[in-house]
C-alpha cells in the first residue's frame, strides 16, 4: 500500500472512530456526603444532635436500633439520568468494637415514608419511625459472612428501585433507612457501632451516583460523517488508477 492509499484508509478509520465518538454516551461520578444520619431505638427515640448510626442489638442498653441517612441528590440536566448509585457506609468509630455478631445476618437498606423533616427532628416514643425504618421497599441488602472488621466499608449497590427513587428525588433529597434481621436479644448483635462523630458530612456515608446521558448527533451530522468514507474510498480508487 503505498503512502497516499495509506493516508486514505487511515483518513477513513479516524473519522469512522469520530462518528462512534459522537454517538457515544457521556459518563459522570457524583459524590454525595450524607446531610444527616442518625439512628432510631426501638423505643422510637432519636437525639437530632446524635449522628451515631448504629444498627441491631445493645445489650448495654437492652436496646435495638435502626439507621437512617439522609442525601441531598444533585440536580440533573435536560435528560441526564443517574444510572447507577453505589452506598458507602464506614464501620468505623472512635471506639472498638464497631460490629458484633454479624455473620449470617442480612443488613437490608430501604426506602421511608416519613417526612424527613420529622425524621431529622427526632423525638421520643416516635415507634412509627422506628418500624419505618425497616418496613419500606428493599433498594439493597448484603447477607456478610463473617463480621466485618473496624473501619472497613460497607459498599451497597443499589438496585433498580434504588436507583429509580434517586432519579425521583433529583434537586432535593432523599432518605434510606438501614436494618438487619437480629435474632439474638441477650448478648450484643451490632454494627456501625461508635460511629457517630458529630458532623453528618465527614463523607464515613457517602453515596456514589453514576450520572449517564445519551445525546445523539443531529442527523445532519450522521449523514456527513457516514458519507465521508465513501468520499475517501472514491478518492482512494482514483489514486491507485493514476499511480498504476
Do not use: C, W
Not at 472512530?17 to 457515544?24: D, E, G, W
Not at 457524583?30 to 446531610?35: C, D, G, I, Q
Not at 421497599?137 to 427513587?165: E, W
Not at 458530612?201 to 450522521?222: C, I, Q, W
Amino acid at each position: 500500500m503505498n503512502k497516499i492509499t495509506e493516508f486514505g484508509v487511515r483518513g477513513a478509520i479516524a473519522l469512522g472512530i469520530a462518528a462512534l465518538s459522537v454517538s457515544a454516551a457521556n459518563a459522570q461520578l457524583l459524590f454525595s456526603n450524607t446531610s444527616d444520619r442518625g439512628s432510631y431505638s426501638n423505643l422510637g427515640d432519636h437525639s437530632a444532635g446524635n449522628d451515631s448510626y448504629i444498627a441491631g442489638y445493645d445489650s448495654f442498653d437492652a436496646i435495638q436500633y435502626r439507621s437512617f441517612f439522609v442525601f441531598d441528590i444533585p440536580t440533573l440536566a435536560g435528560t441526564d439520568t443517574y444510572t447507577s448509585a453505589v452506598l458507602n457506609v464506614s464501620n468505623g468509630g472512635t471506639a472498638t468494637p464497631n460490629a458484633i455478631g454479624m455473620a449470617g445476618r442480612t443488613f437490608t437498606i430501604s426506602s421511608i415514608a416519613t417526612d424527613i423533616n420529622t425524621l431529622r427532628a427526632g423525638g421520643t416514643g416516635l415507634t412509627s419511625v422506628y418500624n419505618d425504618l425497616r418496613g419500606g421497599t428493599n433498594f439493597g441488602s448484603i447477607t456478610f459472612v463473617s463480621t466485618p472488621g473496624n473501619n472497613s466499608t460497607i459498599k451497597f449497590n443499589l438496585n433498580a428501585s434504588g436507583l429509580a427513587a434517586i432519579n425521583g428525588a433529583a434537586g432535593s433529597q432523599i432518605a434510606f433507612g438501614g436494618s438487619f434481621d437480629v435474632n439474638n436479644t441477650t448478648t450484643d448483635q451490632y454494627i456501625f457501632g461508635f460511629s457517630g462523630s458529630g458532623t453528618a458530612g465527614d463523607g464515613k456515608t457517602r453515596l456514589d451516583l453514576v450520572v449517564n446521558n445519551f445525546t445523539a448527533p443531529e442527523p445532519s451530522t450522521f449523514a456527513l460523517l457516514s458519507m465521508a468514507p465513501i468520499g475517501i474510498g472514491i478518492v482512494v480508487r482514483r489514486l491507485r488508477r493514476r499511480d498504476s
